[in-house]
T-cell receptor, first 113, second 113 residues
Framework: DADVTQTPRNRITKTGKRIMLECSQT?????MYWYRQDPGLGLRLIYY???????NKGEISDGYSVSRQAQAKFSLSLESAIPNQTALYFC????????????FGPGTRLTVL | QKEVEQNSGPLSVPEGAIASLNCTYS??????FFWYRQYSGKSPELIMS????GDKEDGRFTAQLNKASQYVSLLIRDSQPSDSATYLC?????????????FGTGTRLTIIP
């Protein structure tokens, strides 16, 4: 079984709709991250969480919100989706130190029409 | 100037040759450096991490770090077609206390059989 899972894997939605992307991990890591990847722009950090009570904005948090429901679960919401939020979204986890590896989920391909 | 900069490529290398990938970063106090490999449509996976000046070898891969010149490189010896992927450089900018990685946009590597 995969250590970091994301649901859904693919989603097509319409402008203005609310959508939630979910991430679960069985690695027991405290830290979780949401990134988006766009061609030519690389991976950009949306939000990150160091534990259940700690949520931090990344470099591109506008238009997104997150919820850390438990150590193992970190959800990303788009309150009112817009076409420029079409991207590949990755969840990642790490143990708890900046020198530690980040482990990525398989990604969610989101298309906003 | 981008905080983490990579040549986007594509970089084409004959099978069996050495592939050399380069990355420069903007902040002199950065402490942690990572190379991730990403196959098309897949999630990034860690290839190498390096924290001290000099070379670090792992099988066919060698990471090189020069903090004075603010660059980190990845050498792939005896390149194989399976090495064809996009390679992402990631840097923990501004050292410990800054708990996030900043990714470059990646270099697309193609190994020619």
């Amino acid at each position: 079984d995969a250590d970091v899972t994301q649901t859904p894997r693919n989603r097509i939605t319409k402008t203005g709709k609310r959508i939630m992307l979910e991430c679960s991990q069985t690695k027991g890591h405290d830290r979780m991250y949401w990134y988006r990847q766009d061609p030519g722009l690389g991976l950009r950090l949306i939000y990150y969480s160091f534990d259940v009570k700690d949520i931090n904005k990344g470099e591109i948090s506008d238009g997104y919100s997150v919820s850390r429901q438990a150590q193992a679960k970190f959800s990303l919401s788009l309150e009112s989706a817009i076409p420029n939020q079409t991207a590949l979204y990755f969840c990642a986890t790490s143990v708890g130190h900046t020198t530690d590896t980040q482990y990525f989920g398989p990604g969610t391909r989101l298309t906003v029409l | 100037q981008k905080e983490v900069e990579q040549n986007s490529g594509p970089l084409s290398v004959p099978e069996g040759a050495i592939a050399s990938l380069n990355c420069t970063y903007s902040d002199r106090v950065s402490q942690s450096f990572f190379w991730y490999r990403q196959y098309s449509g897949k999630s990034p996976e860690l290839i190498m991490s390096i924290y001290s000046n000099g070379d670090k070898e792992d099988g066919r891969f060698t990471a090189q770090l020069n903090k004075a010149s603010q660059y980190v490189s990845l050498l792939i010896r005896d390149s194989q077609p399976s090495d064809s992927a996009t390679y992402l450089c990631a840097v923990n900018l501004r050292g410990f206390g800054n708990e996030k990685l900043t990714f470059g946009t990646g270099t697309r590597l193609t190994i020619i059989p």
